[in-house]
């Protein structure tokens, strides 16, 4: 499990950064709460193949810890994508954004 929210809405959110990034992963637990009503159940997000998860790790916390430096979008060295300045890695290819400097 990579990712747990009371939020499932968010959990949504990450789990489309993945998809775009070619990670595969699931949400589970998104709705025990109409089988279980008043039981307190958040959405998960999976990671589906392990060796995924150091990159999902890295996204996520990246998603989580927003660069508070200026700039502008940056254009990733790798694959060309570019992507907004609060990013530090590329979430199309993974490649680290100080590559690009």
Known sequence: MLYSSPDSAEVGLVKNMLDQAGIPCEIRNDDLYANFPGAPFH?????????????????????????????GSWSCPQCGEVL??????????????????
């Open 84 to 101: 907004e300045a609060q990013f530090t890695a590329c979430w199309k290819c993974g490649a680290d954004r100080g590559a690009a400097a």
């Open 43 to 71: 959405a998960e997000l999976w990671i589906l193949n392990e060796q995924d998860f150091p990159r999902a790790s890295e996204l996520l916390a990246s998603w989580h810890r927003p660069s508070t430096a200026g700039g």
